[in-house]
Structure formats: C-alpha cells, structure tokens
C-alpha cells in the first residue's frame, strides 16, 4: 500500500529526510516513533503529498508521487484515497459533528446531503459519539473532537490514515477513548501509518515500528523487537 525509496526532503536549506525507505502492506499498521525534531511529521506530510520532497519515491494507495509540488489534480485524488488526522483536531469550528462528517462525502463525492448525513451518522456511532451528532466543536472534549476528526477522514472511505501524534493533546482518560478506535479500526484491516510516542498503543496494535533519528530510518521491526 506504501512503499518509499531513497526519500530526501529538505526544509530552509537542511536536509531534514535522508534517504528513507520503508514499506507498508495493505491492512498494517506501522507506527513511527523517535526523538522530536527527526522528521516524523515531515516523512508524513510527504507520504500525504502536503509537502514537497526534493529526490526518491513515494508510492502509495497506487498513486506516484516525485519530487516538487504535486500536481493540483493528482494530489486532488491522493486526498481522496489518503485521510490525515492532527494532534489539533482541525475540525471546522461553523459545522457541527455530523456537519464535519457528511461535509467531503457531499462536496467531493457529490453524495446527496441526506445520504452523506446518513453515512456520517453511522461514523459517529462507529466512534461511539452517536449522542453528539449535532453538537458543536467546542461543546465537545478534546477526545471526543479527536473522534470526531477520525469519522471525517473515515467518511472518504481512505485507502490509508495517516495519524500524526492523534493522542499528545489529550489527558490519558481521552487518548484511551480514542487509541480504543484506533485500535478497532486496526482489527477492520485499515492501513495506517501512526505517530506516537505512546509505546504500549504501539505494542498492543503496531504490526511494524519505524524508528526515525536525525532524518533517517535508525531503526525498523516488530514492537517486541524494538520496544
Ligand atoms: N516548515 C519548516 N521550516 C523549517 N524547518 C522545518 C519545517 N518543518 C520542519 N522543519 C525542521 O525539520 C526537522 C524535522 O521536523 P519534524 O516536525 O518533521 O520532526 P518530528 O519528528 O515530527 O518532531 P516532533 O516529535 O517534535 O513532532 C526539524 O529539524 C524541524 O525544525
Ligand atoms: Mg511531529
């Protein structure tokens, strides 16, 4: 489902990715842990075609990235096949849960507004916030919106979810409500590339662990290998 070869990425004139190759079968679930500042959130944004690479591949859910800016139509298909979920949550403030939810379904598939709703009703629920649907972004907690944030990216139907660190905004009690989805959607066979700094999450659901240090890979293999 991903595979990377010989990534270099550069960022203000350092070279800030050195050389990365890895890859993800379809259904694993790959956590990228190692000291701030190596490159987690950089290797991530590039696999998502949010950020530029300067040399090496990127292949992921059979879409092609190269070097330099994507083009607007390819990262335009990336984005369908490939959600992202931010440590900030990043939920439109206007729009309430199902608001969020139904809103890509509606305006990039097209869906009709009562089918998308339908749909994002039954994502709430998978993220056991049935109840909240129609509340509003800052009505919620911090896990609860972290919630709402993995139904949206869920509501395209993505080939692959990239979390960057989804649970380091959170108290324990919220990050455990949702590693509990995450952990679930794991059990679905949903491929994903996780960031955390959260060992026992990556002990309990990682299928491979990516040590990144100082732009490169230091370290690759199971988590009782490495954690
Ligand atoms: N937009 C940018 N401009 C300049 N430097 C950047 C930019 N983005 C990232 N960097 C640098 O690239 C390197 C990798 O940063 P990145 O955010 O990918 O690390 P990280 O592993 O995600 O760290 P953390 O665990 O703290 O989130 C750092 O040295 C950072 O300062
Ligand atoms: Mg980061």
Known sequence: MIVVESLCADRCGTRVLAD????????EVAVLVGPSGGGKSTLLRCLS?????????VAIAE????????PA??????RRDVGMVFQQFHLFPHLTAIGNVALAPRVV???PAEEARDRARSLLERVGLARFADAWPATLSGGQQQRVAIARALAMEPRVLLFDEPTSALDPTMAGEVLEVVA???????????????????RRAATQVIEIVAGRVARRGSPGELL
């Open 20 to 27: 990365v190759s890895l890859a993800v079968a379809a259904g």
């Open 49 to 57: 075609g949010l950020e530029a690479f300067v040399s090496g591949t």
């Open 63 to 70: 879409h092609r990235l190269t070097p330099g800016p994507q």
């Open 73 to 78: 139509d390819r990262l335009e298909r990336i």
């Open 109 to 111: 598939r097209g869906l």
């Open 184 to 202: 679930e959607l794991a059990r679905g066979g949903q491929t994903m590339v996780i960031v955390t700094h959260d060992h026992a999450f990556a």
